[in-house]
Nanobody
Framework: VRFVESGGGLVYSGGSLRLSCVVS????????MDWWRQPPGQERDLIAR????????YYDSSVKGRFTISRDDSKNTLYLQMTALKTNDTAVYYC???????????WGQGTRVTVFS
């Protein structure tokens, strides 16, 4: 299984970015998908999740109302539209799919987002 994130970059506070994650090695449409992020010097945290049919969506309170998770099963791709970015959104962003403990998928390289004030 491989996750390849892209779309990060440098942006001023209030700006927008769209992240993508291309997934290979699994039947993408059958999996719940997550976005995580790891700010500098901090732990990696779950920020958004979508079910297979996009009918059950979760957002962490820190991003709710500003970020939108979506998927294109025809392209095996997960997206994260980020708006109204804040400096504390600065982090490396990763995608994954939830797995039982001890059976986690390997992390991708992530994509770095840096927000300037």
């Amino acid at each position: 299984v491989r996750f390849v994130e892209s779309g990060g970059g440098l942006v001023y506070s209030g700006g927008s970015l769209r992240l993508s994650c291309v997934v290979s090695g699994l039947d993408f449409r059958r999996y719940t998908m997550d976005w995580w992020r790891q700010p500098p010097g901090q732990e990696r945290d779950l920020i958004a999740r979508t079910s297979q049919e996009e009918d059950r969506i979760y957002y962490d309170s820190s991003v709710k109302g500003r970020f939108t998770i979506s998927r294109d099963d025809s392209k095996n791709t997960l997206y994260l539209q980020m708006t109204a970015l804040k400096t504390n959104d600065t982090a490396v962003y990763y995608c994954s799919s939830p797995r039982p403990a001890g059976q986690e998928f390997p992390w991708g390289q992530g994509t770095r987002v840096t927000v300037f004030s």
